[in-house]
């Protein structure tokens, strides 16, 4: 049955225009725009390195209860499994709002304690805080990141990195907006990581959703390079701007004048969302004055003849359920195809992925996190540690944009497997903690440039890598799972490795000046050596991280020289095939339970995920 729509009235009627504005509230680039504005503030993990002093003198932390606080930070910032699961059975909107409520909860006690307002907490409570704050971005992650890519499958390597770019920006915004609130207050900035995210989430909570259309790649790739440029101009306005404050002191109203230049950065994507619904909202008036370029929505009803597959019998026990799902953990499918949970966790490939990015991510994170007190101990000054945070901020967007991006033209092209970027991107920051080990003058600004792009790049590849081999079926929980291996890293390299000789270096220095510890004061190390060792030992365990993420890249070569997204390709030519409308470039094609045909989106009766085939209803 085909059906077409035609309204009265020219285009700057009222109705229309309403309906109009109800297409674009409720249309997919709108939908991306607001996913962008929610990762730009979703990154409060990324400040820790501009609060992490204030903290330390006002509660008398050590540099290991520091690091312990850091570590239990980046714990809730990367174990996001909950989240998952809870994705995995309700709307995102579920998983945003809890995310929002966490995060205001964690920072704002946080704020309390800093600020004097309630009783010094023991330190457990102060990183039972931190964890529940900073677990909130996980929330956010799954409720953005896993909708958008189930959205966009064929461009995953693309929208993982914008999105992934723009949360690696949100320290560098987050901190131009602090300043024009507050002022120079540091504080202060913890109580604005603790209410500005969480509003920025509530406000888009309806907008972000799993949306049943599918349209042809290469538009969408036109639209995702438009919003690209977009960020790298607001990237590069950041740069500048960061250059300039580091230069000069800036007043309260050049302050305020900087954030409103951000804040219009960051709604220009609008631009681009009005643009992509009126061209769709012009194809379908066209039919007012020629009827051959009217937009049909095309309802499909499955011929009687039309052959289905199979569905297997049900089982009628329980048990013989369990034991069918148990004997397939260790068969799992081909590369590509959906994986079950435990299938994917029993995986060789998970365990060396998730190995690799341990000493991969785990290793810039330290460097990140420890970047205010490394500064302070080279001899830069105080207003050098807010350069860095920033410097690491926005080249952790350019390292999620470009590996996501040129990842996907690379792949597409020349069939250059992700794993082996992984690879590079590694190798590569090993530069960047040997620049920390050796402390020549100046070193710590290339540093901080170096382990900023490649701590960015390394997070689209891995979760790009995690939806091409095991699927999209419960990429939910996996894409969580994967990033469990940052907080391990960052405990092992972190806590036990940097602050343990950071603190025995520091002692000696005190020993050396016959000078006791007093209970309740925080210990400084000064010198290139309080952090010589334990980056060599960084860059050590980084490099054999390369070596184990090669063998991935060998296990997968056949993988990737394939087509890997041949099944989504099929289903949109099988889509377009039955529509008639095969060489049509201007049709939006919408199909019902899409995410059932594909084997995504599903809601599991069971971790285990019995295959199972459906009937669709094409509209």
């Not at 309390?112 to 956010?140: D, E, H």
């Not at 080990?437 to 540093?447: Q, R």
């Not at 060792?533 to 993988?559: D, E, N, P, Q, W």
Request: glycine content about 8%; proline content about 4%.
């Amino acid at each position: 049955m085909v059906v077409a729509e035609f309204t009265s009235g020219g285009l700057g009627d009222w109705r229309r225009m309403k309906n109009f504005s109800y297409q674009v509230l409720t249309g997919r680039w709108f939908m991306v725009f607001a996913s962008l504005l929610v990762m730009a503030f979703a990154g409060a993990t990324y400040m820790f390195g501009s609060y992490s002093n204030e903290v330390k003198t006002s509660l008398g932390y050590d540099q290991s209860t520091l690091n312990l606080l850091s570590f239990f930070k980046d714990l809730g910032g990367n174990v996001g499994v909950l989240s998952g699961l809870i994705n995995e059975i309700t709307p995102p909107w579920v998983v945003l709002s809890i995310g929002a409520t966490m995060n205001f909860f964690g920072y704002f006690m946080i704020w309390l304690a800093v600020t004097g307002r309630i009783a010094k907490p023991q330190v457990w409570q102060m990183c039972l805080y931190i964890c529940i704050g900073a677990n909130s971005q996980t929330f956010a992650n799954t409720g953005v990141l896993v909708t958008c890519v189930k959205n966009f499958p064929e461009s995953r390597g693309s929208i993982l990195g914008l999105l992934k770019g723009y949360l690696g920006l949100s320290a560098a915004i987050i901190t131009q907006l602090y300043h024009a609130f507050y002022g120079d207050d540091s504080q202060a900035l913890i109580l604005l990581i603790a209410w500005l995210p969480a509003a920025v989430s509530f406000l888009f909570l309806p907008t972000i959703r799993i949306l049943n259309t599918v349209q042809q790649s290469n538009k969408q790739l036109k639209v995702f390079y438009h919003l690209l440029y977009i960020s790298l101009g607001l990237a590069g306005f950041l740069m500048v701007l960061i250059i300039v404050q580091n230069k000069l002191s800036f007043s309260r109203i050049e302050y305020i004048t900087d954030g409103l230049v951000v804040y219009f950065l960051l709604l220009l994507p609008l631009v681009v969302v009005f643009r992509e619904e009126f061209n769709l909202w012009k194809t379908k008036n066209q039919g007012l004055t020629d009827p051959s370029q009217v937009k049909v929505v095309t309802e499909v009803v499955p011929p009687s003849n039309m052959v289905f597959p199979s569905q297997p019998e049900p089982t009628t026990t329980s048990s013989h359920k369990k034991s069918s799902c148990l004997a397939n953990v260790f068969k799992p499918p081909n590369r590509g195809e959906d994986y079950t949970i435990l299938q994917a966790l029993f995986s060789i490939d998970m365990l060396i992925l998730f190995i690799a990015t341990t000493v991969g991510i785990g290793g810039t994170l330290t460097a990140i996190d420890n970047l205010g007190q490394i500064g302070h101990s080279l001899g830069y000054p105080k207003k050098s540690t807010t350069t860095f945070v920033s410097l690491v901020s926005i080249w952790n967007y350019l390292g999620r944009v470009v590996a996501g991006f040129a990842s996907e033209i690379f792949l597409t092209k020349y069939k250059f497997p992700r794993p082996l970027m992984l690879t590079l991107v590694m190798l590569l920051s090993c530069v960047g903690h040997i620049l920390i080990a050796i402390g020549i003058p100046n070193s710590l600004y290339f540093a901080s440039v170096i382990i900023g792009f490649c701590f960015g790049a390394q997070w689209p590849l891995m979760f790009a890598i995690i939806s091409e081999i095991f699927g999209l079926k419960y990429y939910s929980t996996l894409y969580n799972f994967g990033a469990v291996a940052s907080p391990v890293g960052s405990y092992i390299l972190n806590v036990r490795v940097a602050g343990y000789l950071y603190d025995k270096e520091a002692l000696k220095q005190l020993v050396a000046k016959g000078l006791t510890r007093q209970a309740g004061k925080d210990l400084t190390c000064l010198g290139v050596q309080c952090y010589r060792m334990s980056f060599f030992i960084i860059a050590a365990s980084t490099l054999i991280g390369c070596f184990v993420s090669f063998i991935l890249v060998l296990r997968t070569r056949k993988f990737y020289k394939g087509d890997i997204y041949r099944k989504f390709r099929a289903e949109l030519e099988a889509a377009e095939t039955q529509m008639g409308s095969t060489k049509s470039d201007n049709v939006l094609f919408e199909i019902e339970d899409r995410a059932t045909l594909s084997g995504i989106g599903a809601t599991p009766a069971t971790t285990c995920g019995s295959e199972e085939s459906n009937k669709n209803n094409v509209k």
